[in-house]
């Protein structure tokens, strides 16, 4: 009966027409030795499976360079790579720099009202204020108490807040503000006002408020959204 060949022997074997470039790997891989598998009653298809997925695995990894083939890294971190590409493209130096500036008041006004402020992401130095976490325990001196930070503010949540039109002129003095938010807020025609003098405001959300239509239609002529009572529901 024609023995099984050995485990140096099936590698020569198959080794012996695959490029150079996958051969390290192929050779590195932690290979059972047929005693192994036959004494934990392995049998053939088995293991002529599992030596076959572990050349197809091999094969598979040193894709990469090989010409109409497709890295498998690049299917599987494209993402991921696409991500830190994106990251690159910031100035981190000058992200940081204007970070460090107003980190004193960022950190003061975080231990006052925990979880609130946040940063928009970490290549960008604007802020993020979502006073709705405090619901109508935030008023109008609240607002005013990140006076210091309203120039990188650049979303504002001030949805179920008490956050009244005596609050208008603070809202005005945040040229940075592309996102605001008033759900049955007690905002009114005032802040609307305000924020129309804002050339960066993208959105704004006034689902449950008292705002009238003749103040939303001064921002829809300045091209902003109206989510909740108009252009977008």
């Given amino acids: 009966m024609r023995q099984s060949p050995t485990h140096e022997e099936f590698h020569d074997k198959t080794t012996a027409h695959a490029p150079r470039h996958r051969l390290a790997t192929v050779a590195n891989l932690r290979w059972p030795t047929l005693a192994t598998l036959r004494s934990a009653g392995t049998s053939k298809v088995v293991l002529a499976t599992s030596v076959l997925s572990c050349l197809a695995l091999a094969t598979l990894a040193n894709t990469h360079g090989s010409t109409g083939t497709r890295s498998v890294d690049t299917a599987a971190f494209s993402a991921s790579d696409r991500m830190e ?14 970070n460090q500036v107003l980190a004193p008041d960022v950190e003061r006004l975080s231990r006052r009202y925990p979880g609130l402020l946040t940063y ?16 109508h325990a935030f ?16 979303r504002l949540d001030l949805s179920n807040t008490a956050v009244t039109d005596a609050s208008a002129r603070l809202l005005a003095a945040m040229p940075s503000l592309r996102s605001v938010r008033l759900t049955n807020s007690k905002a009114g025609d005032d802040v609307i006002a305000a924020l129309a003098s804002l050339k960066s405001l993208k959105s704004l959300t006034v689902t449950g408020s008292k705002i009238s239509q003749q103040a939303l239609s001064q921002l829809r002529s300045h091209g902003v959204v109206i989510y909740g009572d108009g252009d977008a529901r």
Wanted: aromatic share 6%; proline share 2%; hydrophobic share 40%.
């Fill in 139 to 154: 008023g109008d001196e609240d607002l005013k108490a990140f006076t210091p930070l309203f120039s990188r503010l650049v």
């Fill in 120 to 135: 928009e992401s970490r290549n960008s130095a604007g802020l993020e204020l979502n006073a709705a976490l405090s619901g």
């Fill in 85 to 98: 590409r994106a990251n690159r493209s910031f100035d981190r130096t000058a992200v940081d720099a204007a």
